[in-house]
Nanobody, 117 residues
C-alpha cells in the first residue's frame, strides 16, 4: 500500500519560514517524480514545485527564489523549504508522487500552511 505522509505545516507570520516533509512508503521512490501542490479555499489546486526522478526541479513563478524542493531516495522523503512566506501562500499543501514509467499518481492527505500576522 502506497502512503504519502506530509508534516510541517502550521501558522507563521509573513516573512517567516516553514519546511514541509513528505515521507513515502510502498513505492519505488527513485522511480517517481515528486511534487508539491497547494489549494487555497475557493481556488483550484496548483502545482508549486516538482523534482523529477533524475533531480530536475521546477517551480511556479510565484514561489521562485523563495521555495526549494529537495528529495532523498535513501529516506524516501521529499521536502519543501518555504522562505519569505506571504499571506498568498496560505493553502493546504499536498505531496504527490507520479511514476516515471507508469504515470500512476498518489497523493498525501495534505498539511495546512497559514501565513498571517
Amino acid at each position: 500500500q502506497v502512503q504519502l505522509v506530509e508534516s510541517g505545516g502550521g501558522l507563521v507570520q509573513p516573512g517567516g519560514s516553514l519546511r514541509l516533509s513528505c515521507v513515502t512508503s510502498g513505492l519505488i521512490f527513485s522511480n517517481n517524480h515528486m511534487s508539491w501542490h497547494r489549494q487555497a479555499p475557493g481556488k483550484q489546486r496548483e502545482l508549486v514545485a516538482r523534482v523529477t526522478s533524475s533531480g530536475t526541479t521546477d517551480y511556479v513563478d510565484s514561489v521562485k527564489g523563495r521555495f526549494t524542493i529537495s528529495r532523498d531516495s535513501a529516506k524516501k522523503t521529499v521536502w519543501l523549504q518555504m522562505n519569505s512566506l506571504k499571506p498568498d501562500d496560505t493553502a493546504a499543501y499536498y505531496c504527490n508522487a507520479e511514476g516515471a514509467y507508469s504515470g500512476r499518481k498518489y497523493w498525501g492527505q495534505g498539511t495546512q500552511v497559514t501565513v498571517s500576522s
